[in-house]
């Protein structure tokens, strides 16, 4: 990631969700993130909050966890889901480059 700020528009994008529920879980796992608004209250999310979300996501969306589940799971071994969520996202690349070649076979 090489921005300094991710409008919440781009963190749903990435994360392949709705803006509402991005919005939703910014106020629900409040304490986990450092968001800040601009001067028209936009609310501006860094590279480490948008790591934050996709370790959400992965929790809520791929584990079934509940809101209260996820953030149990976040307070009791954060670095723990922060490798599964790497590890995911780099066998989706892999799986990326795998199609591209095949198409080109």
Same mark, same amino acid.
Not at 4 to 8: K, N, P, Q
């Given at each position: 990631m090489s921005k =300094?700020?991710?409008?919440?528009g781009e963190t749903a994008e990435i994360l392949g969700e709705n803006v509402s529920l991005v919005?939703?879980?910014s106020g629900y796992f409040g304490k986990y993130l450092k968001n800040s608004r601009t001067s028209r209250g936009d609310r501006r999310f860094t590279p480490e909050d948008v790591e934050t979300f996709k370790q959400i996501h992965f929790l809520v969306k791929e584990k079934g966890l509940? =809101?209260?589940g996820a953030a149990k799971q976040l307070n009791a071994d954060k670095h723990k889901v922060e490798g599964r969520v790497k590890a995911l996202?780099? =066998?989706k690349d892999?799986?990326?480059q795998l199609a591209e070649i095949r198409k080109t076979l």
């Open positions: =300094l700020f991710y409008t919440i919005r939703y879980w509940t =809101l209260d996202e780099s =066998l892999i799986r990326a």
